[in-house]
């Protein structure tokens, strides 16, 4: 798993993660007689890239790891009253909350991790993110889509009845962003889940 350079870099065809040609932005002091000195090479998401497993080319920002964020809203008896939250912010895996809109964490909650896919099992790598991504929501409960139809949904909520804390009654609704998906690969993941209902 990258976790410097090219974290959360992934060929959107074959899903290799460990080395990409990637086009640099780099200026250069030329004279006549050749190449001076240049500047730190850069790159960013409109560069070309492709993968040196499999040839695929493409822009930096289509070879993204699909993952989801996740944040949270939670709601006390006294909250209610008002009609306000009692806490938001960004959830991690763990039950770690950390609160404010400001807090999103580095990583995502839930990353896509191509080194689990079996080959055999799926017709082709956007077939296993979609399976992953469906059976992800599900077992999590975010069955509630943010908006109907769901074709165009950018993130699924749980019911939001899952109670943190007994005593103040508060309890916790949880989204679950889509990140690093193709609009196309998002759309299916949506049909899926519209067949769960
Ligand atoms: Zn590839």
Redesign the pocket.
């Known amino acids: 798993m990258n976790t410097n350079c090219l974290q959360g870099v992934m060929?959107?065809?074959?899903?290799?993660t460990e080395s990409f040609s990637i086009m640099l932005d780099c200026a250069g002091v030329v004279t006549d007689d050749g190449l001076a000195e240049t500047t730190h090479p850069t790159w960013d998401n409109s560069s070309r890239i492709t993968?040196?497993?499999?040839?695929?080319d493409g822009r930096v920002g289509e070879f993204r790891q699909p993952a989801f964020y996740v944040t949270f809203e939670t709601v006390t008896e006294a909250s209610a009253e008002t009609g306000e939250h009692a806490r938001s912010g960004w959830w991690e895996p763990g039950g770690w909350l950390l609160e404010g809109a400001d807090n999103k964490p580095p990583e995502p909650a839930y990353l896509f991790d191509p080194g689990d896919v079996d080959d055999d099992d799926h017709e082709d790598l956007d077939e296993a993110i979609a399976e992953w991504a469906v059976a992800l929501l599900k077992r999590e409960g975010a069955m509630h889509p943010n908006c109907e139809p769901s074709d165009d949904a950018t993130w699924w909520g749980t019911e939001g009845n899952e109670v943190l804390d007994f005593a103040s009654g508060e309890t916790i609704r949880k989204s679950f962003h889509f990140h690093g998906f193709s609009d196309q690969l998002r759309r299916r993941v949506n049909a899926r889940m519209a067949k769960e209902d």
Do not use: D
């Not at 993968?51 to 695929?56: A, D, I, L, P, V």
């Open positions: 060929c959107p065809q074959c899903g290799y993968c040196e497993g499999c040839e695929h």
